[in-house]
């Protein structure tokens, strides 16, 4: 059955190819991490002695997930080594900004065991924390039969994700037994998990690990050169939208005009999800009646009346939500998904997010029952509530206040899942 698996991914590789050369020649992905992930590590990571722990975040959501686990552990691990793995090139530059205490960061290896057996060398881990359900049947195999604890850490299944599983359910159960320790968010993800073939005795239910939250310390430099370069003196309309995907910047330009034409002191920070649209952002943005300044060119910019300021970095969104007064969290409006809603709530910002949050349902549905966030259908209604919330001071403080509170309570995951990792080592 491996091998068939492994077969399989090499025909879906090949198929992909011209697709992965196509992105490497027009934004340089998969070229930085190539080399790393056939498992071929720089000297300086290769371990001598077994006994590391490697934490493999897939992109920016997971690593910002596992920034305060990788910090807990690094007080109870003594003197073994943490490594963090990611897939995405912007999961890479993310955790290096925001993950400390850890002994070096690479690319998780391509799903063949001969990759997946060069990487667990040059490491050398003693255990292994798998972020939210990065279920890939070689590597965790391959770890298992050389003795390595394995661990689900923030473990989702998300209703999506279960229906394509629940295909292959019967491979599933060659290898699902092999994971140590399951960590699941909820009683349902923990139930989804054991009807796929987790054996329900390493199934435990320990919360969501990104209501753990650690805001960025560096968010002062960021903050005052958007207020001196962008804002000027009148920043009481600022409204963010972050982590927008491949058709809602043009749903968020046209709720920004209703808002312009009701508020026309307001401001917009527009962050695209991936780095590779932002040219074809800054494009879409050109054409728009609105003047816009790229952050790249923002100290070099010579003029400072603008309407909005495109956010062309990696790892600034979150050291700037608190200067907002609501925040529009993308990937709702269009059917992506949605994206995580709880670092403008952590930094007590009204939140607003579309239909579309599969990825994210219990924590929507948690904030809409606690009235700690507003849902809108459509770019009207998004330009309707945003409005609302910028002339309505009072109203959008309580709305933040009631985010702000709700990630401060359902916090604990982290020292859970701490505390049963422990008990492995």
């Known amino acids: 059955m491996f091998t068939l698996y492994s077969i399989l991914l090499c025909l879906g590789v090949v198929l992909l190819l011209p697709f992965f050369l196509f992105q490497a020649m027009r934004h340089g992905k998969y070229?930085?991490?190539?080399?790393?992930?056939?498992?071929?590590l720089p000297r300086e990571l290769h371990q001598g002695t077994k006994g590391a722990i490697w934490i493999h975040a897939v992109s920016v959501g997971e690593s910002n997930a596992v920034a305060p686990l990788v910090s807990q552990l690094r007080a109870c691990a003594g003197s073994r080594k943490i490594f963090i793995s990611t897939t995405t090139l912007t999961g890479q530059q993310n955790a290096r900004e925001r993950i400390t205490g850890a002994s070096g960061f690479f690319y998780y290896p391509f799903d063949w065991r001969w990759n997946v057996r060069r990487s667990l060398g040059h490491i050398q881990p003693a255990l292994v924390c798998l972020a939210e359900t990065e279920l890939w049947p070689n590597f965790i195999h391959e770890a298992h039969?050389?003795?390595?604890?394995?661990v689900v850490v923030n473990g989702r299944i998300s209703e999506k994700s279960f229906h394509w599983y629940g295909r292959v359910k019967g491979f599933l159960h060659r290898f699902l037994p092999e994971i140590d320790l399951f960590l699941m968010q909820t009683e349902e993800d923990a139930e989804r998990i054991r009807s796929l073939g987790a054996p329900a005795?390493?199934?435990l239910v320990c919360g969501n690990l990104k209501?753990?939250?650690?805001?960025s310390v560096k968010s002062e430099e960021g903050q005052s050169l958007v207020r001196e370069r962008f804002l000027g003196d009148d920043g009481s309309a600022l409204w963010i939208a972050g982590s927008t995907a491949e058709g809602e910047e043009e749903l968020v330009l046209k709720a920004f005009a209703e808002v312009k034409a009701r508020i026309p002191s307001a401001r917009l920070i527009l962050a695209p999800r991936r780095p590779?649209?932002?040219d074809t952002v800054a494009n879409l943005m050109a054409r728009s009646p609105f003047s816009v300044v790229r952050r790249s060119q923002l100290e070099t910019a010579e003029e400072r009346v603008r309407d909005i300021l495109l956010l062309d970095s990696v790892g600034e969104l979150v050291t700037l939500y608190s200067m907002a007064k609501v925040a529009f969290v993308g990937g709702s409006l269009v059917k992506k998904g949605g994206h995580n809603i709880l670092e403008p709530a952590a930094a007590g910002v009204a939140v607003l997010f579309g239909p579309y949050m599969s990825n994210f349902q219990k924590m929507a549905e948690d904030f809409l029952i606690h009235k700690a966030a507003l849902q809108v259908r459509n770019a009207d209604e998004l330009a309707s509530a945003t409005i609302t919330l910028l002339e309505d001071t009072?109203?959008?403080r309580a709305i933040g206040e009631r985010g702000r509170a709700l990630v401060a309570k359902s916090s604990g995951a982290t020292a859970h899942s701490v505390e049963m990792i422990m008990k492995l080592l």
């Open 211 to 215: 209501y753990d939250i650690q805001l």
């Open 201 to 203: 005795e390493k199934v």
């Open 145 to 150: 039969r050389q003795g390595i604890k394995l």
């Open 276 to 278: 590779e649209r932002f």
């Open 394 to 396: 009072v109203q959008g």
């Open 31 to 40: 070229l930085v991490s190539l080399f790393e992930r056939t498992g071929r």
